[in-house]
């Protein structure tokens, strides 16, 4: 029996540009076209004016460690425990919850403030995850 | 809102908390109601508007045979009967009704008849959230903590002290679920669950449930037991997703619902003899203390640390053992309402001396919802 896989998110048509985005290798976010605010989670409005005039841009794919847990117990299906589950702060200014790779899941190794990359995993040919990992130099 | 135009005059739990594997949610509810309703002197008859959460008001109205004029399902998660109680209050001044009851119970241990939780992978938090590993609240409740620790100067041995005064204050209750007395070293050195809280700074997972019954204060004198009056009330949300909290620094819906309730009562911090702060986690009753105002952060770790909010201390916090050694079923707000109309009534197993104002205040979902009531037994 194959392993129980990890939740996989399912497109809505408000959000189908940022799971395109992510298959294509770019994180994408959205700015007001009004009064510039950048935000996420999509939607086709800006949630600061409500200004429906917004684009999708690529962002930089840069961040910084906002907060995160180590879990332990009870582990999500797909998972083996302990793993991180991490707030990233993007350089552009929102935060996305995601999952820091290519480093220990220790304390001792996830610093807050730590500077993070996008970097992206397949989950199969509809969708891909943006993970993090620690910058590189 | 009216200061002191509305009151608690009927309060009960289900008569066993804890493990109850002989009972459906739904019968906890009626359990529960039933008690409320005893307490009160009243008849079914006599109730005209009813509130719950989770379970649906028609449900839990038709299973008690209840026809009433007014309703609120507002379920935002365990402050949802706080909202319940500020809703019923500005409904019954309204003339909407007169005699609200407003029912929680939660199989929560047991699992009998309760309603399924889910996250649609369609939904923001299964889009957003989900895929990345967030497994119960004990996997998402805690994120914002290093944060806040970082920020404030906040210290493992501090956090790890509210377990430590909940527990002081249940060895005081019968109907405690944990009363063995906890040492700082006992919380730091319990099995991890998600770092950096471990199993004693996690709320317990246990079967039971509350009412409230809600009158006119003007008619309130009429009933057996103490009325309990609204002296102010509070209410907010933000976000069903921990991730997209303006800061970890603070909750939004706190700083909105708490100071609302102050505000609407016209006191001041020095005024509360008595606090109740929703403590699923540990790191709770900090945010709590900072963004309802009664200190900065900063200084949250080091006062509780202090033993200030411990039996014997300046601020009596969450006297009934709190949702880490009293009983936690899912939605805890329910039972720290019942604890601040016991202190009201002076009837608390933990009883503060006097006490005169208390203030309770609930969590919904991560830091999604918040609901405050402030209560007095003086009119």
């Known amino acids: 029996m194959a392993e129980p896989a990890r939740a996989k998110p399912k497109p809505t048509p408000e959000t189908q540009h940022f799971w395109d985005g992510t298959q294509a290798g770019e994180l994408r976010l959205q700015r007001c076209d009004a009064c510039a605010n950048v935000y996420f989670p999509p939607r086709p409005f800006c949630p600061s004016c409500a200004s429906r005039k917004v684009s999708v841009f690529k962002a930089s794919g840069k961040g910084t460690l906002y907060s995160y847990v180590i879990n332990h117990r009870p582990a999500a299906p797909g998972f083996t425990p302990p793993y991180a589950i991490a707030v990233v702060e993007l350089d552009e200014g929102p935060r996305m919850m995601s999952n820091i790779i290519d480093c220990p899941q220790t304390p001792e190794a996830l610093e807050l403030d730590m500077k993070l990359e996008v970097a992206f995993e397949k989950l199969d040919d509809k969708i891909t995850l943006p993970l993090f990992r620690p910058a590189k130099g | ?379």
């Open chain 2, 1 to 379: 809102m009216r200061k002191n135009a509305v009151a608690v005059v009927g309060a009960a739990e289900t008569t066993e908390l804890g493990v109850i594997p002989n009972m459906s949610q739904i019968q906890l509810h009626a359990d529960a109601a039933l008690n409320a309703i005893a307490d009160a002197g009243l008849k079914l008859s006599d109730i005209d508007g009813i509130a719950t959460a989770v379970e649906t008001p028609q449900q839990i109205a038709h299973y008690l045979g209840i026809t009433p004029t007014w309703v609120d399902g507002t379920s935002v998660g365990g402050c949802s009967f706080m909202l319940h109680v500020r809703h019923a209050a500005a409904a019954i001044e309204a003339g909407l009704c007169k005699t609200v009851l407003i029912t929680h119970a939660e199989s929560g241990k047991s699992m009998i008849g309760k309603l399924p939780r889910s996250t649609p992978p369609d939904s923001l938090n299964g889009q957003f959230e989900s895929p990345f590993g967030v497994y119960g609240p004990p996997s998402m409740f805690p994120i914002p903590v290093l944060r806040y620790m970082k920020t404030y100067g906040i210290t493992h041995e501090q956090i790890a002290m509210v377990a430590v005064a909940h527990r002081e204050w249940a060895a005081k209750n019968p109907r405690a679920t944990m009363k063995a007395p906890i040492t700082v070293e006992d919380v730091l050195n319990s099995r991890m669950i998600a770092y950096p809280f471990r199993i004693l700074q996690c709320c317990l997972v246990t079967d039971g449930g509350g009412a409230l019954i809600l009158t006119s204060a003007d008619r309130a004198k009429d009933f057996p037991n103490k009325p309990v009056y609204i002296l102010g009330t509070g209410e907010s949300v933000e976000t069903p997703m921990v991730s997209q909290m303006e800061t970890f620094n603070s909750s939004r819906a706190f700083k909105v619902s708490g100071p609302t309730a102050f505000r609407e009562a016209g006191i001041a911090h020095k005024d509360v003899d008595h606090l109740m702060i929703y403590d699923a986690f540990a790191h709770l009753p900090l945010f709590g203390l900072g963004d309802l105002g009664f200190m900065p952060h900063e200084e949250t770790g080091k006062f509780i640390a202090d033993g200030n909010t411990r039996p014997g201390g300046k601020l009596p916090l969450n006297t009934n053992g709190g949702g880490l050694s009293y009983m936690h079923s899912g939605m805890y707000g329910m039972y720290a309402l019942q604890e601040s109309v016991r202190q009201m009534r002076g009837i608390a197993p933990a009883q503060v001396k006097d006490a005169k104002i208390s203030v309770c205040h609930g969590v919904g979902g991560m830091f999604a919802a918040s609901g405050t009531i402030v209560f007095t037994n003086e009119k």
